[in-house]
Each structure stands twice: as C-alpha cells, then as structure tokens.
C-alpha cells in the first residue's frame, strides 16, 4: 500500500478542464486582501468559464498539503495568496508540472512557478502625500494588522510620499496583532487621534473596519483605505483607497495560462498596468490645497507612464 | 497634551467593558463551582447575533447578543449540570462549536455583500450634571454597556454578600452538600449562575458590535474571553476585585495603543505581550489562588 | 434516644428519615404523611432540621454565614452586620456560645458542632435529628443543649438523638432504641433499664469472635520485650486545640494494645503519631521507620477505588519508588494476598471499587501486613466488617503480633478489645490511660469518665 | 475495565453519528451540498492511501504529541491549558538549534533539536510549575496568559532575532535539510515525527502504569489524599513533575511541526492545536490508545474539512462545529450509559 501511495502522491489526474484553486492565509470574507482574492476567482469563473475551488489554510503545515491536494487533482492554476505561500509552493511544484503554481506577494519563480507582486508603494506614495496635505496637525498615521512585507513596504513608501508634500510631517506606525479584531483596531485609531494624528492609512484587513469606526466618531480623523476600494465604508471620513485590482491582475494571468501564453516568471503590476492605483473620494479632495492637488496629480501621471521612481528606502 | 492620562483612562474604561461584563459573568458561575473556560466561543456568537439584529436598532443587536450569550451558556450548563459532564472538555467543545457557527453563518448570511455588515453604534449617555464637570466629565459619557457592567458588578455583589440566595450560591461553589444539608438545590443555583453569566457574556460580545467596532468580524473577541478567564482570578473572585482587575487589564491594553502611538522604539510585539505578562506579574504578587472556591471545575456529587 | 455501636446503623436510619438517603424498601412517615420522592429535595419544607455527624457546614464561611445559609428566600435580604446579632440571638435561646464573625475552617470540632445545633435551631423546626451532638461538647454546652432539647420538645416538638452516651440518653431521653448491626436490639423507656443492660444491648453479649482462638502472647515473656512505639509526655495540638495531652504510651515486640475511645477522643491522632502522620507539638515518639496504618476512612485515605487492585497494593509507600516498577512481583503479593485473605476478585485488574467494603478492607490489610512490618496500626478495622471478615482481620493482626511485630488498634467495639488485646487502654478526651480488660470496666472508663 | 466498555464505546458511536447528523442538518439549513461536502470529507480524510498519509495521519501528528502533553497534566490533576504556548516555545527553540547546527549531519542535528524542543517546552511549562509552588497562581490561569506571551513572543522573534537572512519576511531562516525530519513515504508529507508521536504514546501507555513516577501521577490525579496518606507522595511536587513533562511533550510536538512539516519557525505555527488538544485527551480518557484514536479523529476530520472546503465550498469552521458536536456527543456517554442503566 505504501509503494502504490509513493506513486499516486505525484500522478495528476489527467484533465481537460480548466480550474483554477485559491488558497488564502486568512478569511474571504475579510473583503480585503482575502476577499479580493476570492473576487478574482470568480471573476476568472465567470469570465474564463473556469471551475473554481477555494480553500482557508490556517497553518503554514496546511499550506504544503493543499497545493499538493489541487496539483494531485490537476488543477490549471493553483494561487497561494500571500508571501507566506512561497516556501511551500518552491516545494510542491516540481511534484506536479502540469499545474502553475502563483505566488502573490512573493517572488519565488520554477518551471511551473510564478509569483506576483504588486507595486504597492505606487499608490502609497500617492496616499501618504494626500495625507500629508490633508493633515491639519502635521501628524499622519499606519496601521497594520500584523507587519508583513508587503505591509512595512507600503508603510514607508507612505511615508516617503508625506515627506514629499510636508517634509517636518510625523508619521507613525502601529500594529494590531491580528487581523480580526476590529475593537482593537478603534482602539488604536482613537489612541493616534489623541496623539494628535489626523489622517490614518489602515492596512488591517478585517480589524481595519474598527479604523473606520474610529473614524466616524471623530469627526476630524480621516481615513485610507487600502486593498479594496473602500470609500464606502465611511464616505465622509474616507481620503481615498490604495487599491490592488487583485481581481484584475489574476484574470490577467489566468487569460494567459488558458491560452498558453504564460510564461514562470516574476510579474510585477504597477500603477501602469491599473492594477494598483490610488482612488482618491472626490468628495473630500476639495479639502485639500490645491497646490498639493496638483502635485499628486503629476506624480500619479507619471506613475501610469512608469516614469516615475520611488526615491530608496534606507 | 494635558487630556492625555485622561485618554488613557477612557480607554481603558472602554478596554475594560467587554473584558468586564464577561469576568463579571465568569465570577458568578466560578463563585457556583462552575469553570466555564468556553466563554470566548460564546463572546462571538453573541457579536454574531448583534450584528444581525443590530442592522434595526443598537438595542435590538444588544438584546441579541444576550439572547445568544443566554443561549450558548444553556447549552453549557445543560451538559455539565444535567449531563455531568467533564466542565474544561464541555467548554472547550462549546466554545469551539460558538465560534465556528459564527463564522459559518456570517459567510451564509453575508457572503453576497460587497462591505461588511455595518450597524450604527450606541451614542454615549452622559451623565446629567457630571459630564458638564471639565476634565474628568468627559469620561462619563459613556455608551450603555458601560454603565451596565458597573451596575452588574454592584448588583452580583449585593446579591452575593447581601442576600441569602446569594450566600447559597457561594456556597454551592464551596461546598455544594452543605447546601443540600440545608434542604437547597446546589444544581439550580449553578444553572441560574450559567444564564446570567451567559447574558453577561453576551452583552460583552454585543458591546464589541454595537458600541465599539461597528461591524463584526470573525473570530473579533480575539481572546478577550480568555483573558476573563484570568481577569477573575486577577480579582480573587469577588466583584470588586474583577472590577478593578478588568481596569488594569484595560489600562494595560491601552498604555500598549498609547505606546505605538507615541511612536516608542518597543517592538510591536512586545508590547502587545504586556498586558498578559502583566496580569501574571499582578497575579503572581498577589499571590495566588488559594481564594478560589473549594469546588471550581468539578461535577457536583450525586446525592446520597 | 438513638444508641448503637459504630457501623450499628444509626446513621443510615437517621438519613433515610428525614429523606437524606433513600430506602432500598419501606417507607418513611412524617407527620401521618409518607415522605417520598424527596431525595435532594428541601427537608426544610417538612419541618425537619438535622445535624449530621459530619458537619455540613462551608470552611470557608464565617460563622453567621453558615446559620444564615439554612434561611429560605432567594434574594432575601442577608446582611453580614445583621446576621451577626441573628446568629447570637439564636445561640441565645439554646445558651450555646459561638463567634458570628469566626470562619469555620478555624473554629475546633467543638466550636463546630455548636454552630451546627445552632443553625438546626435557627430554622424553627418541628422535628429536629441529632447525630451524635455531644460526642466533641464540653459536658456544660453538653448539658445546655439538653435543656434547650428538653424545653423544645415540651413545646411540642420531636427530638431524635444518636449518642454514645449512656448517661446522656438516660437522663435525658424519653425513649431509648438500641440498634445493633442495622436492628433494633432494644426499645425501651428511658428511666427503667440500668447501664448495663443498655450497653450489653450495645455492644452485645453472644461471644461471635470466640469463633477462633487466639493465641495470646505470653504476658509476662512480652514485658521484657523491646519497645517498639513509645510516645513520651506527647502533646498534640490542632488549631489551638489539644487533641492529646500529656500522654504516655509503649508498645513492645509481640504486643497487641488495643486502644477504646468515643469519637473524637484524641484515638485518632494518637495512631497517627506512629506513622509520621501527625507530629507531636511537645513529648517525644519513636517509631519504626516501616509502620503498617490501616486507616479508619478508606475511600479518603486508604485505597483509590478506580485503582485496580493490584495498583492499591502498590500504593504503599509508592513516594520512595523509584524507576520501573515490578508488576509480576506485585501481582504475585496481591494474588497471594487475596488467597490468604479470602477476597474473591476475579484478578488483580479489577477496579477495587468493585469490591465490598469488608472486602476492600480486607486489600488494605493484606498490603499494610505484607512484608511484615515491625509495627502494625489499626483504626477501628472491623468497621462494617461481617463476623468472617472481622475474624479475618483479628487473625491477621494476631499473626503479625505472634510474629514480633507490635499491634497496637483502636475498636469502637469494646468486645473486640477486650478478646483480642494483650494491654487495652482508654482515651477520653485527649488523656489515655489504662484500663482492666473487662466490658463493665472499659464500659466505666468511657462513660463514667464523664 | 468491565464488560459495560463495549456498550459504552457502541453508545459513543451512535453519539457521533447523531453528532454529525446535527451538523448536517446545520449545514442543509445553511443551503449548503450536503451530500457532496459528505463526500467530499470522506475522501480527503479516508479516501486514498495518500489521503490517509499526507492529510490525516500527517495532521494527527501535532495532536498525538499534544493529547498527549495535556494528559500527562490532567492526569495528575493539573489543568494546563497552555500547551499551546509551550507547542511554540519548543517549535521556537528547535528551529533556532537547527539553524545553529547547519552544516553538522542529521544524526547530530535532529537529536539536538528534539532536545533543544522538549527543553523549550519544559521550560514554557516550567514557569506555571514555579508560579504555582512559588505564589500559589492556578496553572489553569498561568497557562493560558503565558499562551498569549508565547504568540507575541513568536511574533516578536521572527521579526528580530530570529529572523529570515535577507530580513524581509516575518519567518526564521529555512532550516537545512540535515535538520529535517525525513518523510516516512516517499513523495507523501508524513514524516517520522508520526512514528516518533506513536512510539511517544506507547512508552506513556508503558510508564503511566509501568514506572513509579506515571504510577504516582495517577494516584494524585485520582485521590491525592489518599496518595498522600497510604502512597507517602508528595502531592506539590509530582504535580510540578507532571506539569513539566507536559511541556516537554508538547515542545516536542512543536520540533515535530517545525521539523517535519514547516521547515521553518511561522507566526501562525499553531492555529490552536492546544486547546484541541485538551479535546483530544479528555475524548481519549487521558489514555495513550484512547488518545490515538482521538488525534486520528481529528487529523481526518480536518482534513476532510479542508477538501470539503475544496470541493464543496463549505467553510472551513464548520469543522470546529463538528468537532465541537462529537466532543459533545461523546463526554455525554458515560451519563447516559449510566442513567439508561439505572432506569433499566
């Protein structure tokens, strides 16, 4: 039995079918980094006609045996989302190469293995300047969920773009330690208003919902959003979103896996590709000086055209 | 900057009323013998159910969240009192079933929604006169909860040390024969604890949606049922004591908000482990737990 | 007036009376009316206020708290400075004096019985059940009690009371029913019978344990013998009571002593002081390192009835073992144990809870004997025990005492003491002293002694 | 034990499957596939030898060593509840000796992590232990707050000292492959931390009746009274012993994870294996063979959880809804058996 296990484990069912597989770290229904993973899913379903599965690892032991599940299965695409992904996907993937392997927010790369990262310090950039000229107290605030790569990236590309506007400009960083508790994220929000911060970008996923909460009880405090376009949650407090079209950059992918156009590599989206971009709420952009407008503007411009470069981070 | 420590205090009220209500809870049934280590399971199911009913009015998801806290515990109390069953196996498996419903019927319900459920929170009631007072007036504008849970914590204590019910209860915890000797149920004294400790819960969980968060997100206690757990033996099981220990628990979560916010070079980490190691530190200066009622966590022996 | 020797059935009665207990047949009648179905249920409904043996009160309480926990009601007011008074206004009426605001767990045996009567008092009963009241008492409280009891049934209430006290029951009683082994061996009118007729009723008069005959050590050979366990002026003292006092005490190679004693008369810690169990505030003991105990509460300190048998025989001194133990040795002992003493266990793997008392003491036995220790203590170890199963045991101690090995045994059965011991002496009240092996002379040295 | 055991265990059956019934019932009222989700659990937690290999058995292994830890403890009467946090104080500490010992072979790597993980664990433990002895704190309050600082300690770690090289990722280095476990199947994920867990439990089902320290464990947990009268046992300390072997085990069970499965040390290492744990040994009876059947139980249950996510889009929680049904279910047998047995 042990001998006939060695071989099923690497056979993959032979399939005609295109289906694509998701694996998220955390819940869909975060309608976030998550939630916008699962969107694409369907939207590569409905667009793609593809048959699609999704599943929540919680741990990084679960990861392994997942992919190895949906390779077994003879999935087309297997997405792991997230950079926790990609020590288990450089392990799987050679066990069945009739499946690709995506890594999101990674940058692992193999015969059937590619990854994708998202320029989102593009849009922080723009972020942290809007904040930056938003603030009346020279005080602008992150706050993430737990500090990930892609979170402490965008965190000081942020920063980078307030000093742009307002080079004494403080910023702060806090974390939550998890990605749920939306009391917590309040908390902290209120904690930083009385600090004197008035502007708040929040990366923190479901606990970020507190961020917004915060929001609406201080009238003064005004938010960005991040992953999803989230300036409905509190249209009257909300600057602008720092979006990932992550819908968008998988279809993209999964397009070229159908057709046979893919090729494992690296795939970096930029504000050029619009799959990330800074959505400001034209509501509250009157609020800012318009001098401050028009620098955001031509920056932003100069993102689409790739021209622009994000100065180093020490 | 002068309103900082009053900042702090107001966060820590309000750090400390969820943790509160459900110690305070925790409290009665621990009083009546009954470890009951499953309340954060509870915590979310009641956070649940006040995000559905919360969509009419912040009362209506208060009432809810009771409702489900009440709900929750009965089945606990169902199990361990009428069943006999093991109390840490029960609560774990309760808790564990509390919090996987929550999530379950959060993805049927809410699933097609492209934001998350939102509920319009309790505005804070302020006291007439006092909150007029400058400085420390603005912490008694305060959200209904607040107040309930210092209202609850003074009326488990009357009712424990000032009525005769309530010296049967803590009697049961201590020595339940010694109740029956006295012609007395012991079993019912426990199921009344377990229903109003499931309310008490319940209103914690509902007071994370309709008075702070907003919205409910899974798994949003976050461990606050837990850190109950040790909050009553922080207050060496009276309600005083819960009272105050809950305070310093919030205080400590909150000096950790106040820490980040002012930027202080701690990593984040560290700083969010401080509120658990403290609470050991405190319990450990304490010393100990020697005032724990003499039957905590074990099944009440069968009559004769 | 209840009377009856230990394990006689007294309290069983007294339980299933006032509807503690439920009967295995028969019925109980109150007032003309069958109780029934009340097992768990408020006695206090029925008027009925009892006192048990073992205390029912909280430690942890204070005292007021306690008396104030039999009061019906809810949330009924109870407030701590008001049940203070409360409690001192009930102790009031039966002259008995407590301390409201004392907590249990500190309060003497003594101290606690009176907080006991007080809180029966305190409810107003119609019938009140008494189970061995005075058996911790000082005589004055003793007596004070008795008038209160004597002004309470003129009033019209009913009294039962379980005693040992013969003098107690006949100066007091308006009937006295003797049990013996779970009968009724004598109902009769307190002010006719004698003393001894009573306790002959008591402790019976048919020989059952001559059924073997024991060998006695030869006296005066055993008088020149080593000493084995000697205590010497000890003193023992528990929360601020001496439970012993002054008492002197030897036991040689080959000697069996027997020691008699009501409840609480210091018996208890007086055995311990062999086994390291208790040690003593002033005096000196020795001992032997090896001692055999066999305790009088068995399922608290003697056996783990989820244990297999096996496992219980093990049990001794299992803190010194060390690495793997030897189960093919120990089962050989415990099957050789069960032969010997007769218990009928399927294998060594059963649960010992399986067993019957009688037979669970038998275990006991067979593990504190096995090896042949040098001393052998015993409290009260034909408890419960049927005529074969306490020969058993009276065999097994004689053995070990014909084999060297110093007995020395507490009996509430004064019978047993006397066929069965070389030396017996008497406990009253934390002093021994020694007393002729005759039943009118121990019988005088337990009763008359008050 | 008696000849009621086979009617017990055929009573504890029937309550499983009346618990998955309710869950079924919960899950149709949902809207869910029933009947596909059934499938879909059966096969990834039973249906193939690879099922059976790289998800259940694989996934039971974390809860054999944690049953296990949790009934050394409770078996002596002591509640710990923080294996958890000792789970990752010994993952933790087996991943920083293996990345220490790079470059040494397997045959001294591996035994200097499983030591470096027992060690961590005991010492996790170890501080209930002396909070206990020292200040009288319940270890069933300790061990929880002391899980909470584990987590954070954990985050803390992989963000500084323990960090990956390159500094990028909140994860520590990748241990070398002479400091992993190998697979016990070729191409499969079970790795011999399983076999290493069975033979765990079957030296406890050895020395909890074999040994004098298991012997005496077991009387304290039934009646320390009695253990302290007629045993001559010291309560306090073979309490203390127990509970940090307990910890021991459970480090263990964290080199295990980190070992055989990760490779390396994650936030997120344990998704709450301890508190399942403590499940999985109270289902087990606190018994060595009673626990094998539990943690087996629950690595297929999660893993027929997860394909059942996969293929029939439940959500993973209703997992914990049904272990929290079975759990149920089954601690309710010897209550029912008893009362059925009363009134027949």
């Not at chain 4, 790289?54 to 049953?67: M, N």
Request: charge should be positive; hydrophobic fraction near 50%.
């Amino acid at each position: 039995m042990i001998v006939a296990a060695a071989c099923s484990g690497t056979q993959q069912a032979a399939t005609n079918e295109f289906r694509v597989a998701l694996v998220t770290p955390g819940p869909v229904s975060d309608r976030s980094w998550n939630g916008s993973a699962y969107e694409g899913l369907e939207f590569i379903r409905d667009s793609l006609g593809a048959k699609i599965s999704h599943v929540q690892a919680k741990t990084p032991a679960d990861f392994e045996e997942n992919f190895r599940q949906y390779g077994a299965a003879g999935y087309s695409i297997v997405i792991g989302h997230g950079f926790e992904f990609q020590d288990a996907a450089k392990r799987v993937a050679p066990a069945y190469p009739r499946t690709v392997y995506l890594i999101t927010g990674g940058r692992v790369t193999g015969e059937n293995l590619a990854s994708v990262s998202f320029a989102f310090e593009e849009p922080s950039y723009l972020a942290g300047m809007a904040a930056a000229a938003a603030s009346r107290t020279g005080m602008v605030a992150c706050v993430g969920g737990t500090q990930l790569p892609t979170v402490k990236s965008s965190f000081r590309a942020f920063a980078a773009g307030a000093s742009a506007i307002r080079p004494q400009v403080s910023v702060i960083t806090a974390y939550l330690g998890n990605w749920d508790d939306a009391s917590a994220g309040r908390e902290q929000a209120l904690a930083l208003a009385r600090r004197g911060v008035d502007v708040i970008f929040q990366d923190a996923d479901a606990a970020g919902l507190g961020v917004f909460q915060a929001a609406r009880e201080q009238r003064a405090l005004r938010i960005i959003g991040s992953n999803a376009n989230q300036n409905d949650v509190a249209p009257r407090a909300t600057l602008g979103s720092v979006v990932i079209d992550v819908p968008r950059a998988l279809l993209l992918l999964a397009t070229q896996v159908k057709d046979g156009s893919f090729t494992p590599r690296l795939y970096r989206f930029t504000t050029k590709e619009e799959v990330v971009r800074w959505v400001p709420n034209p509501a509250l952009m009157n609020e800012l000086p318009a001098a401050d407008r028009e620098q955001i503007a031509s920056t932003a411009s100069l993102m689409r055209q790739g021209r622009f470069t994000l100065p180093p981070t020490p | 900057m002068s309103d900082v420590p009053l900042g702090v205090i107001d966060a820590t009220i309000r750090a400390a009323t969820p943790i509160g209500l459900a110690a305070i809870g925790e409290l009665l049934a621990e009083r009546a013998g009954i470890l009951n280590i499953g309340i954060e399971g509870g915590m979310c199911l009641a956070a649940f159910a006040a995000v559905v009913a919360g969509a009419g009015s912040p009362v209506a998801g208060l009432m809810a969240g009771v409702l489900a806290g009440i709900l929750t515990a009965s089945v606990f109390a169902l199990f361990v009192i009428r069943l006999r069953a093991q109390q840490v196996i029960v609560g774990t498996a309760v808790s564990m079933m509390a919090l996987g419903l929550s999530t379950v019927l959060n993805r049927v319900l809410y699933a097609g929604l492209s934001a998350a459920p939102q509920v319009h929170t309790l505005p804070p009631m302020r006291v007439p006169v006092l909150s007029a007072l400058p400085g420390v007036g603005q912490l008694l504008a305060q959200p209904l909860p607040t107040y309930v849970l210092y209202a609850a914590g003074a009326s488990v204590a009357w009712f424990l040390y000032r009525t005769i019910g309530g010296l049967s209860l803590r009697a049961t915890g201590e020595d339940p024969s010694a109740v029956r000797a006295a012609g007395k149920d012991p079993a019912l004294f426990q199921w009344a604890a377990l229903v109003v400790s499931g309310a008490l819960t319940g209103l914690a969980g509902a007071t994370l949606v309709v008075a702070q968060a907003g919205t409910f997100t899974e798994n949003m206690s976050a461990g606050r049922g837990y850190i109950a757990i040790a909050v009553v033996a922080l207050g060496r099981w009276t309600p005083a004591g819960v009272l105050v220990g809950s305070l310093l628990f919030g205080a400590a979560s909150s000096l950790q908000y106040i820490v980040q916010a002012y930027g202080v070079a701690i990593p984040y980490n560290l700083t969010l482990a401080a509120p658990y190691a403290v609470t050991l530190f405190v319990l450990a200066a304490l010393r100990g737990s020697h005032r724990a009622p003499a039957r905590l966590g074990r099944t009440i022996d069968l009559p004769g | 007036m209840l009377l009856g020797e230990n394990g006689a059935g007294k309290t069983t009665l007294l339980r299933i009376a006032a509807g503690l207990d439920r009967a295995d047949s028969g019925r109980v009648i109150v007032g003309g009316a069958a109780l029934s179905g009340l097992r768990g249920r408020p006695i206090r409904t029925q008027g009925i206020a009892v006192v048990s043996q073992h205390f029912s009160l909280v430690p942890t309480m204070t005292v007021a708290e306690n008396i104030a926990l039999a009061r019906r009601g809810t949330i009924r007011r109870f407030s701590p400075s008001r049940a203070a008074p409360e409690a001192i206004e009930a102790a009031q009426r039966t002259g008995l004096a407590i301390d409201p605001d004392a907590r249990v767990n500190g309060l003497s045996a003594a101290s606690q019985q009176r907080v006991e009567l007080v809180k029966a008092i305190a409810t107003d009963p119609r019938i009140i059940m008494l189970d061995e009241p005075t058996a911790v008492l000082d005589p004055p409280d003793a007596e004070k009690l008795f008038a209160w009891l004597r002004r309470f049934v003129s009033g019209g209430g009913t009294a039962v009371v379980i005693t040992h006290r013969l003098r107690e029951a006949m100066t007091y009683g308006d009937s006295i029913t003797v049990l013996r082994r779970g009968r009724i061996a004598r109902i009769t009118d307190a002010s006719v019978p004698s003393e001894t007729e009573v306790v002959t009723a008591m402790v019976g008069e048919v020989p059952v344990f001559r059924v073997s005959t024991p060998s006695r050590s030869a006296g005066p050979a055993a008088a020149s013998a080593p000493v084995v366990l000697s205590a010497a002026g000890v003193t023992v003292t528990r929360a601020g009571i001496a439970t012993l006092r002054d008492v002197t005490l030897e036991v040689r190679r080959g000697e069996m002593v027997g020691v008699a004693g009501f409840e609480g008369a210091g018996q208890a810690d007086l055995l311990r002081l062999f086994t390291g169990m208790v040690t003593p505030s002033r005096g000196v003991v020795v001992a032997p390192e090896h001692v055999g105990f066999i305790p009088e509460h068995r399922h608290r300190d003697a056996m783990i009835g989820e244990m297999s048998l096996r496992e219980n025989f093990r049990l001794r001194d299992a803190g010194d073992l060390r690495g793997v133990i030897d189960w093919r040795e120990t089962d050989a002992r415990t099957r050789n144990a069960i032969v010997t003493f007769d218990i009928p266990a399927s294998d060594v793997h059963a649960a010992a809870a399986t067993l019957s008392g009688g037979n669970q003491q038998r275990l006991v036995l067979a593990r504190e004997l096995d090896g042949d220790p040098p001393a052998i203590i015993a409290e009260n170890p034909t408890r419960g025990l049927d005529v074969r199963g306490a020969r058993i045991v009276h065999d097994r101690l004689r053995e070990g005492c014909t084999r060297g090995a110093a007995v020395l045994w507490y009996s509430s059965n004064a019978e047993e003491l006397i066929e069965f011991s070389d030396r017996v002496v008497a406990c009253h009240r934390g002093t021994l002293r020694e007393v002729a092996p005759t039943l009118p002379a121990i019988a005088a040295a337990m009763v008359a002694a008050e | 034990m008696t000849r009621d055991t086979p009617r017990q265990a055929g009573l504890s059956v029937l309550m499983v499957l009346a618990a998955l019934l309710v869950a079924a019932a919960i899950l149709r009222s949902a809207g869910y596939d029933v009947t596909g989700a059934g499938i879909a659990l059966w096969r990834g937690a039973l249906g193939s030898s690879s099922a059976v290999i790289s998800a259940t058995l694989k996934r039971a292994t974390p809860f054999l060593f944690l049953g296990l830890a949790v009934a050394v403890a409770f078996r002596a009467g002591v509640l710990n509840i923080g294996a958890d946090g000792q789970f990752l104080a010994g993952g933790a500490a087996a991943v920083a000796a293996g990345l220490a010992m790079a470059g040494q072979p397997a045959s001294v790597t591996i035994p200097t992590e499983l030591a470096a993980g027992a060690l961590g664990g005991a010492a996790w433990a170890a501080i209930a232990a002396w909070l206990r002895s020292r200040f009288e704190v319940a270890e069933v309050v300790s061990t929880l707050l002391l899980n909470m600082v584990a987590v954070n300690l954990v985050g803390f770690l992989v963000r500084g000292p323990m960090q990956e090289p390159t500094h990028a990722y909140p994860q520590s280095g990748i241990l070398p492959h002479s400091a992993r476990l190998p697979s016990l199947v070729a191409g499969e994920q079970l790795h011999w931390g399983f076999i290493a867990a069975l033979c765990a439990c079957a030296f406890a089902a050895w020395s909890f009746n074999g040994t004098a320290a298991g012997f005496r464990a077991k009387a304290v947990g039934l009646n320390p009274s009695a253990a302290e009268s007629a045993g001559r046992i010291s309560v306090a300390r073979v309490r203390a012993i127990a509970l940090i072997t307990s910890g021991a085990i459970a480090g263990v069970a964290g080199f295990s994870e980190v070992t055989g499965v990760t490779y390396a040390l994650y936030e997120g290492l344990s998704p709450g294996y301890g508190y399942m744990a403590i499940a999985v040994a109270l289902l087990g009876a606190l018994q060595p063979t009673g626990i094998v059947v539990a943690a087996v139980f629950f690595g297929a249950l999660n893993a027929g959880a997860d394909a059942a996510q996969r293929d029939a889009g439940i959500p993973a929680a209703t997992a914990s809804v049904i272990a929290g049904l079975v759990i149920l279910g089954v601690v309710t047998t010897p209550e029912l058996h008893r009362q059925f047995r009363r009134d027949s």
